[in-house]
Nanobody
Framework: QVQVVESGGGLVQPGGSLRLSCAAS????????MGWYRQAPGKQRELVAA????????YADSVKGRFTISRDNTKNTVVYLQMNSLKPEDTAVYYC??????????????WGQGTQVTVSS
């Protein structure tokens, strides 16, 4: 079985920073893209940032220049999201996503349980 676990959410003032972490674990044979999505109340889940196993990153226009996604160089199953210059509109539940293959299986999308990020004064 595979687990995807996020950490690092919380309450921060506008202009502040937070760093989210996500680790995938279990009988993982290979892992492709990892990324972060978010869902605000009353809105659809949207892509925030994603990174390939080769390190190629892409971002939503709304977070470009403020957020940085990265993967652990030694643990390819760990991804981070550094969020700077946070705005109230960044408030949402942030979900980690991993596209991976378990031993003997096919590529499947896995999701974490989500971590709340609240930007408010």
């Amino acid at each position: 079985q595979v687990q995807v676990v996020e950490s690092g959410g919380g309450l921060v003032q506008p202009g502040g920073s937070l760093r989210l972490s996500c680790a995938a674990s279990g009988r993982i044979f290979s892992i492709n893209d990892m990324g972060w999505y978010r869902q605000a109340p009353g809105k659809q889940r949207e892509l925030v940032a994603a990174i390939s196993n080769g390190g190629l990153a892409n971002y939503a226009d709304s977070v470009k220049g403020r957020f940085t996604i990265s993967r652990d160089n030694t643990k390819n199953t760990v991804v981070y999201l550094q969020m700077n210059s946070l705005k109230p509109e960044d408030t949402a539940v942030y979900y980690c996503h991993a596209n991976l293959r378990v031993y003997g299986g096919s590529l499947v999308d896995y999701w974490g349980q989500g971590t709340q990020v609240t930007v408010s004064s």
